[in-house]
């Protein structure tokens, strides 16, 4: 059984760094062909992909985000991270971390985490 | 651009049809994917790869492409279908990968 939860502050302040944990079970990421993605919702709002990281450790970023996001894993402990700089107001929203099936031909999210609701204010 | 088009909202009354469509110019060229989502909940997979349905999402869930335009079909629509539905697409095959959601269709079942 494949689960994936997020973990992370609820709040965070203007300029500050957001750093957010995924931790999964039913999968490894050190197995072939495994990757795993982050995908934001600001609320009311529609769905945008942000990164992934897969079993290689290869990392790919959304192009309008690129500057800001860092993606990382830690395979002992079924865990990925991501750090975003520089938050700002118009970053509030929900958080996903999803299992993503990707080749050259195909990429998407075939399991989700429940997510978690970041909101930046001072 | 590398957008994907869906229709803001559809209504169908239950036991009807429900069909929405995504448009966008790179899908003769890439695959069409749909998540449902509940008030609340995260998204679900209901359809991959244009018309492949992940196992336990049920058969009234149908998948098509054609040209510009992927199609979620939902046959028999009962009231757990209301939810947002998303259109998602991919290009993968270089660097850097480019994926696109669409802006989501409420399904309301009168």
């Known amino acids: 059984q494949v689960t994936l939860r997020e973990s992370g502050p609820a709040l965070v302040k203007p300029t500050q760094t957001l750093t957010l944990t995924c931790t999964f079970s039913?999968?490894?990421?050190?197995?072939?062909?495994?990757?795993v993605s982050w995908v934001r919702q600001p609320p009311g709002k529609a769905l945008e992909w942000l990164a992934l990281?897969?079993?290689?450790?290869?990392?790919y970023y959304s192009t309008s985000l690129k500057t800001r996001l860092t993606i990382s894993k830690d395979t002992s402990k079924n865990q990925v991270v991501l750090t975003m700089t520089n938050m700002d107001p118009v970053d509030t929203a929900t958080y996903y971390c999803?299992?993503?099936?990707?080749?050259?031909?195909?990429?998407?999210?075939?399991?989700w985490g429940q997510g978690t609701l970041v909101t930046v204010s001072s | 651009s590398y957008e994907l088009t869906q229709p803001p909202s559809v209504s169908v009354s239950p036991g009807q049809t429900a069909r929405i469509t995504c448009s966008g110019d790179?899908?003769?060229?890439?695959?069409g994917y749909w998540y449902q989502q509940k008030p609340g909940q995260a998204p679900v997979l209901v359809i991959y790869?244009?018309?492949e349905r992940p196992s336990g999402i049920p058969e009234r869930f149908s998948g098509s492409s054609s040209g510009t335009t992927v199609t979620l079909t939902i046959s028999g629509v009962q009231a757990e279908d209301e939810a947002d539905y998303y259109c998602?697409?991919?290009?993968?095959?270089?660097?850097?990968?480019?994926?696109?959601f669409g802006g989501g269709t409420k399904l309301t079942v009168l």
């Open positions: 999803a299992r993503t099936q990707y080749s050259g031909s195909y990429f998407y999210f075939d399991y």
């Open positions: 039913g999968f490894s990421l050190s197995t072939s062909a495994m990757c």
């Open positions: 990281i897969d079993w290689d450790d290869d990392k």
């Open positions: 790179a899908l003769p060229k890439q695959y």
């Open positions: 790869k244009d018309s």
């Open positions: 998602q697409s991919a290009d993968s095959s270089g660097v850097p990968i480019r994926v696109v």
